[in-house]
């Protein structure tokens, strides 16, 4: 089963996109070039969203303490981050990004 997030056309490089599916944690949408990416929105370290911060390439910067985390992976790339972000696998179709329910 898959879960609808947002059109293809409502997310550009550099700007990501914060939705909030039922029954699921805040995710953001993001692209990197030609290709989309879904995580959770809310920071591993604080209580602050990722769609607040800034996006550099493959990097989103948590706007609280300035920490980060690599969109593709999840991985922290910088403290004071050191957990993980949830990644979810996308699935395009009719012009619609939607991730497989967990």
Partial sequence: MKVILCPV????EGRPVSVN??????????RIGE?????????THGNAMLTDGYQEGEVIECPFHGG???IRSGKPSAYPCTDPL???RVIIEDGQIAIEAP
Avoid at 35 to 43: A, H, I, K, P
């Fill in 9 to 12: 056309s409502e997310v550009e």
């Fill in 21 to 30: 599916p039922e029954g699921l944690p805040a995710l953001a949408v993001y």
């Fill in 35 to 43: 290709e989309y990416f879904v995580t959770d929105n809310l920071c």
């Fill in 68 to 70: 980060s985390f690599n």
């Fill in 86 to 88: 949830t990644v979810y």
